[in-house]
C-alpha cells in the first residue's frame, strides 16, 4: 500500500467518522427531547416512553456509547495521521 492510498484511506475514515458524529449527535438531542414533548402534539404520542426510568437508561446508554466511540475514533485517527507523517518524512 503506497501513501497515496493511506491517505485516501485516513480520509476516507475521516468522512466517516464525522458522518457518524453529526447522526449521533441528531439522534441524541432528539433523544433528550422526547420527555419535553407537551401534550399539545397528540399524534406524538408514540414516541413517549411509558416508563422515564427506561428513558433515562437509554441515555445513559447513548451517551456512554457516543463517548467512548468518539474517543476511540478520534484517537485512531490521530495515531494514523502521525504515522502517515512519520511515513512521508521517512519517504
Known amino acids: 500500500m ?14 466517516k467518522h464525522h458522518i457518524s458524529k453529526w447522526v449521533a449527535l441528531i439522534l441524541g438531542v432528539w433523544l433528550f427531547s422526547l420527555p419535553l ?34 474517543w476511540r475514533t478520534t484517537k485512531e485517527l ?5 504515522t502517515l507523517r512519520i511515513a512521508q518524512a521517512n519517504a
Open 37 to 70: 414533548l407537551p401534550d399539545s402534539f397528540p399524534y406524538l404520542n408514540w414516541l413517549r416512553a411509558r416508563d422515564p426510568n427506561t428513558l433515562y437508561t437509554m441515555l445513559g446508554v447513548f451517551s456512554l456509547v457516543w463517548a467512548v466511540d468518539n
Open 2 to 15: 503506497n501513501l497515496y492510498e493511506v491517505e485516501k484511506a485516513i480520509s476516507k475514515m475521516d468522512k
Open 78 to 82: 490521530k495515531l494514523l495521521k502521525n
